[in-house]
């Protein structure tokens, strides 16, 4: 049996790995992007961008994020309740 992971060591092995991004505020920071993304964007092509939102922990935030953004449910082919 594997031993749990904790978030932060979860998090700094997909860091590490080159599998994500360090976690960063959008209203905050800003989106992050390449400049090639930036200026594509800017020529009005579609660039999409995956996300994740991290919750503090919170199911309840979890959910109320859920009820308001649907996206958020149908993109989530992950979790048990979807598989």
Not at 22 to 37: K, S, Y
Request: net charge negative; aromatic share 8%; hydrophobic share 35%.
């Amino acid at each position: 049996m594997t031993a749990a992971v904790n978030f932060v060591d979860w998090m700094q092995q997909g860091i590490v790995n080159g599998w994500c991004g360090a976690p960063v505020c959008v209203t905050h920071d800003g989106l992050p992007t390449t400049d090639q993304e930036d200026i594509d964007t800017d020529d009005g092509d579609d660039v999409c961008i995956m996300i994740s939102r991290i919750y503090d922990g919170d199911i309840d935030m979890k959910q109320q994020v859920e009820a308001n953004h649907t996206p958020s449910v149908w993109r989530d082919t992950y979790t048990v309740q979807h598989l």
